[in-house]
């Protein structure tokens, strides 16, 4: 299924596009995964970190009280941070703490899943263009136009982080289990 994901994904001439077009696809059904392990399991797997972005998005955007319109980017995934609600249709018997764990876990999924499409390697510089066009702008050595949203502060990130785990505290009311500052570390 990963496999032809991807491929789906890359036989578009604009994987953006076909990423999108996939991933409204499948969001219903990603809503309508019982179990936390079978969400992680399909998400972890995804072969295509564009369409991983993409479900992500989605997923935040549909917990986010005030949905927002701008495109992905490192300031759309701070205001997840300080627009998203556990997630109402995932909550089941697990405790309060478990699911604000998963939502922990998606936001950094989601960072490094973006991170992957927009900045980290050469090559995945350029996973919103199509494959044909990808090997012209490595040859060319073509840099990415980096979006003005992409360009935070560490105040900004400090900011709405503490923000989060006041959030956070107020809804758990106890001392975070281990897990918890572990991945709020990770996430900063």
Known sequence: LQRMLSMAVEVDRSPTC?????????FPFILNIPLRSQREALLNTMESQLLRCRLLELLFQHSCDVPTTSSMSLEKILYFLSHSSVLPQFQDETATWQRWDEMLQYLSLLLMSYQSVK???????????SLSDRMDLIIQKAKPRVQDSDDISQLDIRLKMNNFINRMQKALGQPFPPQIPEKLFMLQ
């Open 119 to 129: 900045l980290a390697f050469p090559l995945a510089e350029h996973l919103r263009s």
């Open 18 to 26: 076909s990423s999108r077009k996939i991933a409204d696809d499948l």
